[in-house]
Every structure is written in C-alpha cells, then in structure tokens.
C-alpha cells in the first residue's frame, strides 16, 4: 500500500465539522445546542484505512427525552406559521445546503467511505429535496367531499405531531433529507437518529435547519447513538406519533412491533434483492453498463442495487464475459479521489458479510466467480474494507445469495429461457423493491413491468429515483411510501370536517324540550 494514499482522516474531519457544526465535540443536536451523549463510547472509523476518527458518547434517553421537548415546543411555533412561511423557511434551508455543499459532500467521504463523485451529486439531491418540499407547503390542502346528506364535508390533513426517522449508513446524508423534508413540509417535528455509524452528515443537516431563518429550534432534533439504546427509547417515547424506519428487514420488524405496542403506526424502507433482466432483443451496450451502475455503484450498498442479473440464455456467456472484464477496470480506490467509482465497504461487519456469502456461494462448486471474489489487488494489504466487483455465475435460483440482499458489489447471474420465466424469477425472492427491464419491445416492457413485484420498475434504465416520484417497497422490503405527495400524506392524518347545512336536522332524533 504507497504511503499517503489514505491519509489521516481525523483532522480534515475536526475542521470540517467546526466549520459546518461549530464544535468538533460530537453529540445529540437538541434545539441549537449539541449534548454530549450519557452512554457508552462509540467509534467512528475511516471506511479507507480502518483507523479510528473519532469517538463520542451514545445519547441515551436523558437525551431523547430533551430532543422530545425541544420538539414540541418548536412544532407548535412552526404550525403557527403562514403555510407559505414554512415554504420559504424550507427554501433557506436548501440555500444552507447548497453553500455548504462541497463541505457537507467531503464530511460524508471521509466519515463514509463513498466516493466523492456520489457524495456530491447526493448533497445536491438533499438541497433538491427541501426546494420541492418547500412548494408543497401551501399546496397541501383537503377536498370538499360531495356527502350525500345536507352537509358541508371536508378534509384537513394534520401534521401528527413529532415523527422518529432511523436512517441507515449507506446514504446518511440522502437518506436524512429524503425524510426529513417531507416530515416538516406536512408540519411535524422531527427527531431523527442516523446510524451510530454514520452521524456527522445528519447531525451537519439539522445544524442548517436551526440556522435557517424561519425554522424554529428543535424543530429537527439529531440523535447521536446507537439503535437498540437510543434508537428503542425513541420509538417508545410516550410522544412519538410515527416512526420511519429506513435500514435492514430485522431491524424494521423489531421497530414496528415495538412502536405498534404504543399503537404508533410506521413507514418501513427495507433491503431489496433486485432483477436486472435483459432480454436477447436489448441494446447490450447499454444493458451492460446498466447492470454496472446497478450493482456496483456504491459498492452495492444501495438498496435499489441491481443484484440479481437475469439473462436470456442465448446471449448469457458473452453478456458475463463482457461484463467480467468491464467490471475488472472501474476504478477501485481512495474516495476523496474524483476519478474513483466504487470506494471501500462501509465497516468491518460489512464487509465480513459479503465474504461470508461469497464464500458459502461458491463453497459447493457449482457457482463459478467470473471476476472479483477478493479484494482488488492493489489493496489486498490495506486495512481498509475493500472488496473487488464481483460476479458470480451459474447461480441456483434458490441459493442463499440469488435470494438474501448481499449489501455489497457482488452480482449473481441467472439465465432463463421465456418472458414467462424472467418474471417469475424476477418475483421469486421474498423482497420487492425495484427492477430493471431491458428490451427493444415497449409492449413486452410494459407488460413485464405490471408483473414484477416491486415499488419501482426501470425500463432500459436503473437506479433513477426522483424526491417527486414514490417509491417503497412490497414484501419483505417494507411497506408505506417516501418522496412525492404519498410521502407527505403518509406525515399527516386527514381530519373529517362536518357542517350542517340543512335547514333542519340531518338526523333529527330527541325533543326540542
Ligand atoms: P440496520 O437495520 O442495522 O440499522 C438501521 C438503523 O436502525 C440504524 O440507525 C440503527 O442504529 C437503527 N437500529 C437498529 N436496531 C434498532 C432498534 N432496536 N431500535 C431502534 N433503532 C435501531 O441497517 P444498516 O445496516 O444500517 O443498513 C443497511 C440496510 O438498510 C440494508 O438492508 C439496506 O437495504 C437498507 N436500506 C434500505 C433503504 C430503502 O429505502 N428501502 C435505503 C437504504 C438502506
């Protein structure tokens, strides 16, 4: 490993957080201020090299309880206000975002792992995030419903109250916005907890949303701490009115049945095993760097990630050929370089679990790896999480990694023979998340698309998500919906208003006495 290659995270991390939080002290931001943490010690660690970047206090819940407060009393301020106020307060936020956007853009590299290349083009789609939320605040308004009785009938849709958001580490500051946004445009406060792996990007948003004009205090409270400590005493504090999950299948169900004990409802954004299907008729230049995109940016840590490649098999051997060797040259390497497109795992547990599920897959001999398997060469020696694009053929439709999410650059190909037979591999695993279609024939795309099991369908595409359109998933990959105008009904409850509009009773019963 040339020396330098990683350098020191630690103090650009220092800087960048003084900068962008005003303090290099790590904690929970609770109405302006950052509180230190009252549990165990927790350690942020450099995805590149694996060396420590800090360590800060887990919240706990004398933290929770005064993210709660502050809460409260910051939605009561903010619903107070004209509805086309909330909006421009929204756009100030954005403002914030976009100022400090190379920053926000590095902190996450560093903190992260990702490349800079997504990390920049996420902080944007935050930013894009509030601007469209931002629109929707003086939009959203009830209906008059045509009753059938002499009566005025109409909706309200009520913010709930304060919302708990769980986020995951794969997209910390993309994941913080998407739901962040939504939760404050329908007049809720929100506390969100990140990953204890990934925080300061989160912790950096809510810190903007306090300084931007318009946006009371507390309104975005962010926990630093970990998910059965801090993460549990929120989806079980007395005042939380909804809880948005985004991270792992375990996790969720555990946090959906806790917050259903205090009979708060929650949004559950889940893994996913997606089919990338290409059918013999496709413009392969384009499937194949379709399929690339898919599964391997990100290093795969993407829910949407493309990581089942079903392939007819009459062009199966040279669409894996090709693939394998396009594979083999993207650039692997330090993320804060531009030029780099797939950087290091996120974390040791990650990356154990990806070796873990390539080494089961081809223990029994009939799955062949056709390129990957390893770290790249170059960085076999570094101590960072790094694990080579991989591909693995001949994989059995019921074997563990054609049907678990791997959550890494790992992609697991699986031809088939009929329309008939794409689909039903396409909806044989128990997630149902996103898909691509690849095919000349719009009639065929369309078709397939109405039959696979999952929230979001490309045709000839992937991966493209919008903060406009809905998206969520079927199965196992959850349920309830983020971004666009489900999201933001999805953070209200609507109100049934009635007014008697007859000249006598509607429903005349008693005495007038
Ligand atoms: P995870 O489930 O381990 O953790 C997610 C979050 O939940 C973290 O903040 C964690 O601290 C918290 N948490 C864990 N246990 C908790 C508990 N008992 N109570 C409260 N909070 C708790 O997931 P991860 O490993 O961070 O992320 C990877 C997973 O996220 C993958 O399965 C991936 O597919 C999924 N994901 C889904 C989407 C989507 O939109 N569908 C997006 C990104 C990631």
Redesign the pocket.
């Known amino acids: 490993m040339p020396d330098g290659l990683f350098p020191d995270a630690s103090p650009r991390v220092r800087t960048l957080l003084r900068t962008l939080l005003g303090t290099d002290v790590v904690g929970s931001l609770v109405a302006g201020e950052i509180l230190p943490g009252t549990g165990e010690s927790l350690t942020l660690t450099n995805p590149a090299d694996g060396r420590t970047i800090l360590t800060y206090a887990d919240a706990g819940a004398p933290v929770v309880d005064a993210a709660f407060g502050a809460a409260a009393k910051a939605q009561r301020a903010w619903t107070a206000l004209p509805a086309a106020a909330r909006g421009r307060a929204m756009w100030n936020v954005a403002a914030f975002i976009r100022a400090h956007a190379a920053d926000i853009a590095e902190l996450e590299t560093l903190s992260a792992g990702k490349p800079i290349r997504d990390t920049t083009a996420e902080v944007a789609r935050v930013a894009e995030m509030f601007e469209y939320y931002a629109g929707w605040c003086d939009k959203l308004h009830g209906e008059v419903i045509p009753v059938p009785s002499g009566h005025l009938a109409y909706t309200r849709h009520e913010p709930l109250g304060t919302v708990v958001q ?6 910390p500051v993309f ?1 913080a916005g998407w739901q962040v946004a939504p939760a404050i445009c329908a007049g809720n406060a929100t506390v969100l ?5 990934t925080p300061l990007t989160s912790l950096v948003l809510g810190a903007l949303c306090d300084r931007a004009e318009g946006i009371p205090r507390g309104l975005v409270s962010v926990l630093a ?4 400590t ?3 005493a ?2 079980a504090h007395r005042d939380t009115r909804l809880v948005v ?8 169900a ?2 959906a049945s ?1 917050a259903a004990r205090n009979i708060v409802p929650s949004i559950l ?4 095993k997606s089919a990338n299907i290409v059918l013999p008729d496709a413009d392969l230049d384009r499937a194949i760097l379709g399929a690339q995109a898919a599964i391997f940016a990100a290093a795969g ?4 990630a493309g990581s089942r490649l079903l392939v007819h098999e009459s062009i199966r051997d040279a669409l894996v050929e090709r693939l394998s060797r396009a594979a083999a040259r993207i650039p692997v390497g330090a993320p804060t370089d531009p030029a780099t497109q797939i950087g290091p795992v996120n974390n040791r547990r ?1 990356l154990d679990r990806i070796t873990r599920m390539v080494g089961d897959a081809t223990a029994g001999g009939g799955t062949q790896i056709a390129t990957g398997g390893a770290a790249p060469d170059a960085l076999r020696d570094s101590p960072g999480y790094w694990y080579a694009p991989t591909i693995l053929d001949g994989v059995a439709p019921d074997a563990e990694i054609a049907r678990e ?1 791997v ?1 890494g650059p790992v992609l697991a190909v699986l031809p088939f023979a009929s329309e008939e037979e794409a689909v039903a591999l396409a909806n044989a695993t128990p997630y149902g ?1 996103a898909g691509s279609i690849w095919t000349a024939d719009p009639a065929r795309a369309h078709r397939m698309a109405a039959a696979i099991r999952a929230g979001t369908v490309w045709i000839n595409g992937t991966k493209t998500i919008h903060v406009s359109a809905p ?3 079927f199965g196992r ?2 349920f309830g919906r ?1 971004s666009g105008r489900e999201a933001l009904l999805a953070y209200t409850a609507a109100k049934s208003v009635w007014v008697e509009t007859a000249a006598s009773p509607a429903t005349p019963f008693g005495h007038p006495g």
């Open positions: 769980i986020t995951p580490w794969n997209a994941t907890k990140p990953s204890e792996l701490g970990a998910g059965p801090t993460g549990a929120a989806v999950f985004v991270g792992s299948a375990e996790a969720g555990r946090i806790e954004e889940l893994g996913g840590q993407s829910c949407v990650q999410e959550f998340l998206f969520g998933g990959s959850g983020s």
